[in-house]
Structures are given as C-alpha cells and as structure tokens.
C-alpha cells in the first residue's frame, strides 16, 4: 500500500483516532491503578501473613492481573479492531470479512499436516477472508498447545504461534509437499524429526533442488520427488524466498489436495493495540504494513497465475 493512499485512509480515520487515544489513555490509567492495587497486596501478604507465601501470592497476583487487565481492555481493543483493523482491511478490499473473534478450526490447522504433535489446547481469532483475484484465502492468529500429564507433572508444551494462511492453489496435488524452514537449528531439526516419525521417511523423502538460495532457507520433503519439483517450479521457489526475506521469519509451507497452507511464526498477537504508548500515526502504519504483507502473500507468490488450469 503506497503513502500516498495510507494518508488517504488515515485522514478518514481521525475522528475515530481522537476518540480511541482518549479511551486508551483511560483504560491505561485503570491499568496502573490495578498494578499498584495488586503490588499493594502482594507487600501485604509479605510483612504481615507469611514470608513462605510469597510464591503462592506472586501467582495469584499474576493471575488476578491477566484477568482484571482483560476486562479493563476489552472495550478498548473490540473498538479498535472495529475502527482501525477493519477499515485498513475494507480498503484492501471492501468484500473480505472480518471477524475478529473467530478463527480457523483445529481441524484445518491440523490438516495441513506442517504440524504433527496434535494440539489440545488450541484458540484463534482475528479472522480474515475473501477472494483476491481469482484466489480464495483466509487467515487468522493461531495459539496451538499440548497439554501432558497433570497436578505437578502437567506440562505444556507449545506447537505453533502465530499467522496461518491458507489459500486456493488450484491444482488438486496427489502427494503432500512440504516445505520447512533449514533444519540447522535444533528446534526446526526436532520438527523435522517428529514429521518423519510421524508420516514414515520411506514415504517422505528429502527432494534436492537446483536453486542454491532457496535451500539456503528451505528443506523439501515429499513422496514424489517428480510432483514437488513441478509444484516448486524456479520462479516459484525465488518467490517464497523473497516473501522469507520480506516477513524476516521462519516460514513453514505445505501443499495439499488443492491448498497452500502457511504458517509463520510470531511472538506478538498481530492485531492487538499497545495500551502503554499513544495511538498515533506510527503505530497505525504498523498496522498497514503487516496486514499488506499478510494480504501480499497472493501477489507474492503469483497465485492467480493459473498456471495448472493449463496443463
């Protein structure tokens, strides 16, 4: 999105602005009261009840904070993605739809198969659909877990936070194709290993590719090494490589029946609003520019490019 059509919308925007920075800074001021509150209590309980608590007060002091902060903020935060996150998406294109408070399923996550430690603590918002051109997609905020064991030997273990994309690809693909982040550091190293175990190696094989860059990135696993290399054709490959430079984060793709699914990595919830800083236009231009890399990806990676519906 150019500057010159940022400054159109955001000029339209004002009066919402005005009337969010004035709500941000109450629901800031209602935070700080809630912390000194909380902190208020915590010395309490140290110089009065029992030293030895102090865990046990720090927990629910922690916990009385994440639940007294979402109510503080959710007025505040279900507005700004109503004026601000909503508006940035209908001037992409007025005909997607925006829903924040509902996601993709756990059942299309897991079909993906990018993942396959299978979650059972799973939650996702922030979705958003349409067709762009002649591609169908959706996108959404994904927090997947898994739960083991309980009481002290409960453990959490986390799969995936992050942005999941999924996209029509036009061509129904008889063999699954994956493409992984470079297994040089451990953790991709374990994912790999885990995605082997899981869908045997006899049948997922490692395809080499001519493109000395793109294996830089990625690693490619796939039953039909013939059927890879034509989905990962060398224009296609040198896209999904500037597309990783472009998000500068690990990407993990896979190609299955007629979908592209990807998954990239985040640690921050993508369309949650900053409390502790003003609501300028800074920070809205952040919110420009990361739902245009999300709505780029089809551009990106030329996916209305029918280039199967000629063979």
Known sequence: MNDAKFEEIISRMQGD??????????????LIVLICAILLIFIFILLTINFDLILFAGIIGFGAYAIGSGMIKGKYVSAFKRNVIAKIIASYNPLFEYLPTSGIGAAEFNSSKIFQTIPNIYSSEDMIKG??????????????????????????TPIFHGLFFIADFNKN????????PDSGSSFFGNLISDFLQATNIAKSQLVKLEDPEFEKYFTVYCADQIEARYILSPSLMQR?????????????????????????????????????????????????DQLELVFGIVEDLDLNERIWAKK
């Open 240 to 288: 999904i490589v500037e597309f990783r430079k472009k998000v500068g984060k690990e990407v993990l793709i896979s190609f299955i029946n007629s979908d592209i699914n990807i998954a990239i990595r985040m640690n921050e919830n993508y369309f949650e609003p900053t409390i502790w800083s003003p609501l300028d236009k800074n920070q809205i231009k952040q919110y420009f």
């Open 131 to 156: 067709t762009a051109g002649k591609t169908k997609m959706v996108f959404s905020e994904i927090d997947a877990k898994k739960e083991t064991g309980s009481g002290k030997h409960r453990k959490v």
């Open 173 to 180: 693909f008889k063999t699954p194709t994956f493409v992984f």
């Open 17 to 30: 602005l005005i009337l969010l920075e004035d709500e941000r800074k109450k629901v800031k001021n209602k």
